[in-house]
């Protein structure tokens, strides 16, 4: 069953007086449940295709389709409620709060989504003991390895239940043991049936995943890689 489907994404920036394409008539399909690393050089657009599916950004032309729904018939406010409900962010610098534990950094975006406090925290924990911090959860960042910075954006993102796990070079800042770590982690979520895309800047890492897109200059050169 396809979740998401990208039919010629094409994402055009205007420096000055030049129009660079960062994405030139993308088509993907994902299915539910599958594990997707998207991969490439610098400035291949790995990361505005990231941004696009996950509706973080808009594409010049072209469509994005999440559970067949055409996202460009959203409005602003039901894309943000839609992508609250639906996806979860990993994000490469982590994007912890200073002065908030692990379990705060978790049960804060679900207080976001109105769920009540016992019940976000009951979830929150979950999560973290799910990614292997559930001794962890009354530790601020500043007493957490880079791994374990991680492993607490991976539960915040995933603690709500999202149906697609989004993270965007996610292993960049991370020493090998721990980047195995959560690619472990990804695997076990595809598992589950969670639907996972990744951006990946070591090919080793990529090919944990069940298939690689590969990227250069904005299109796709590889589906298989």
Wanted: hydrophobic share 35%.
């Amino acid at each position: 069953m396809t979740i998401i489907k990208a039919e010629k994404l094409t994402k055009t920036y205007q420096m000055g007086d030049i129009q660079v394409k960062a994405l030139e008539q993308v088509d993907l399909e994902v299915e539910k449940a599958e594990f997707v690393s998207i991969m490439g050089p610098s400035g291949s657009g790995k990361s505005t295709l990231m941004h696009i599916l996950g509706l973080l950004d808009n594409p010049t032309s072209g469509e994005v389709y999440i559970d067949g729904e055409k996202t460009s018939d959203l409005g602003e406010k039901k894309k943000a409620d839609f992508r609250l409900k639906k996806i979860g962010f990993v994000f490469q610098f982590y994007s912890l709060l200073k002065g908030f534990d692990s379990l705060e950094q978790v049960v804060l975006p679900q207080i976001l989504e109105d769920k009540p406090k016992e019940k976000a925290e009951g979830k929150a924990r979950e999560a973290l003991e799910k990614v292997g911090l559930g001794d962890r959860i009354n530790h601020s960042p500043s007493e957490l390895s880079g791994g374990q910075r991680q492993r607490v954006a991976v539960a915040r993102a995933i603690a709500g239940n999202p149906d697609i796990l989004i993270a965007d070079e996610s292993t960049s800042q991370l020493d090998t043991e721990s980047s195995a770590e959560i690619m472990k982690l990804y695997r076990e979520f595809a598992e589950e049936g969670q639907t996972v895309i990744t951006v990946n800047h070591e090919e080793e890492l990529g090919q944990k995943a069940d298939r690689t897109i590969w990227l250069e200059d904005g299109k796709i050169k590889d589906r298989n890689r």
